[in-house]
């Protein structure tokens, strides 16, 4: 979906669980190069390729990536992306606190053993074993990728009118957003996420450890002057979102 010039959240469905699900990517370019904010579940090399084909951005102008956090929904497809065969180098960046785990150097802070018993029982008992031993598989070894370049909170990245990195720890510790300066548009990753309904929420409590840490975050954003939010899941919002964004800070529901 096109937002303004040089921003387009992308729309990548794909199947979990046999359920459809979707993911929000963001897709930022200029006369230069192109950057991609997070890089979805393994296998959606494909699926990325197809959507900035929509975009009429060529594959070759992807040039930067982002991974706003560790999880493997973001991380994914990082691997597959980097090593795609005839591509030109492309510079990944995250949050230092994030670097060990994207790297594979650490376990992801999620994988817990608990929660990788967890994940297979939740498994619907007619899936096939061989899905159920690939599925617990890459859990207990997801892709490694690399980061080449650390952010810090309040870095600017000169992309598509400017970007301002902001570190919004509690979905993890090193998360980043970014807001997108000509546009006024949060790209929120999983700080945010929009309700079936519509609505504006904070992140997922489920997927968040340290929530009191995540809702501090939110009153980080409220100092922006906010448009649009770009949320990896649930997608767009569009309203008083730095009035919102106030509210779900002070625990407001």
Partial sequence: MHIAKGIEMLEITLQVMNKNEMIYPTLLWDEDTALLVDTGYPGLLNAFKEALDKCSVPWSKLRQIIITHQDLDHIGSLTDILKEHGA??????????????????????????????????????????????????????PPKGRVDITLADGEQLPVAGGLTV??????????????????????????????????????????????????????????FEIDTVICYHGGLYRGEASRRIAELARGLH
Wanted: hydrophobic share 40%; glycine share 4%.
């Fill in 88 to 141: 030109l180098p492309k510079t990944v960046l995250a949050h230092r606190l994030e670097k060990p785990y994207i790297e594979g150097s650490s376990m992801l802070l999620k994988h817990t053993p608990e929660a990788l018993a967890a994940a297979e029982a939740t498994l619907p008992p007619e899936v096939p074993e061989e899905w159920r031993r690939a599925f617990l598989h890459v859990l207990s070894n």
């Fill in 166 to 223: 902001i570190h919004t720890p509690g979905h993890s510790p090193g998360h980043l957003s970014l807001y997108h300066h000509t546009s006024r548009t949060l790209i929120a990753a999983d700080a945010l996420t929009v309700a079936n309904n519509g609505e504006l929420c904070g992140p997922d409590p489920a997927a968040t450890p340290d929530m009191e840490t995540a809702l501090a975050s939110l009153a980080k954003l409220a100092a």
